[in-house]
């Protein structure tokens, strides 16, 4: 599944909704999932794994062109830790 509609039209087949029905739910959860992140929590993907908010701070570098030091900003990325079912499923 490369593709929104692909995921849309597995839900709505697997159960047993319509493709509207299934890209509400699939967008209702998302957009939960990313309101729990923004708040610095997680959101969970029972059986595939969990995303967490994390916080880098901000550091010093070099620009390897130039040898001059550089500041980056600190961020917050998004980190995911796949699930043990996940994990076998593909081993």
Known sequence: MEKKSDV???VAAGAG???AQA???IEAYSAAA???????GSAV?????KFTAAHKAAREGRNPRTGETMTFAAK????FKPAKAATDAVN
């Open 45 to 49: 993907l029972p059986g595939l794994g």
């Open 23 to 25: 890209a509400a739910a």
């Open 34 to 40: 990313l309101g729990a992140l923004k708040a610095g």
């Open 8 to 10: 849309v039209a597995a």
């Open 76 to 79: 917050t990325s998004v980190k």
């Open 17 to 19: 909704l319509t493709q």
